[in-house]
């Protein structure tokens, strides 16, 4: 599923070059807690968090992770979007849940 195609999906406002929007992505992973997104996410290239610090990007980061979903209407920091950009991953925001947003993705074909 293209980057393009997961905002669409789940009707999100997306931070991010517009020449990656084409990126093709494979899998997610849905955590408000790092640690286990750490000790558990395996080749996932999404990350669904409702946590809104710095963390989620060192974590993405860390993880060779593409793309991270804010979930549940929350807004990032301009600290966040800034370290998004600058470790070159694609932000967005959606006004779903991490429930909602993680089924849309799947009955898409993200994860199949």
């Known amino acids: 599923m293209t980057i393009r195609e997961i905002a669409e999906r789940i009707n999100a406002v997306v931070y991010a070059d517009p020449d990656r929007l084409d990126e093709d992505l494979t ?10 997104v750490l000790a ?7 990350l669904l968090t409702g946590l809104l ?3 989620i990007v060192r974590t993405a980061h860390m993880l060779d992770m593409q793309c991270i979903i804010i979930v549940r ?5 301009p600290e966040i979007k800034t370290l998004a950009a600058q470790n070159d991953i694609v932000l967005m925001e959606t006004q779903m849940t991490m429930y909602e947003a993680s089924g849309r993705l799947y009955e898409g074909g993200l994860g199949r």
């Open 27 to 36: 899998g997610a992973f849905g955590s408000d807690m790092m640690s286990d």
């Open 53 to 55: 610090n710095p963390q």
């Open 73 to 77: 209407g929350k807004t990032a920091t």
């Open 40 to 46: 558990f996410a395996e080749n996932r290239d999404v």
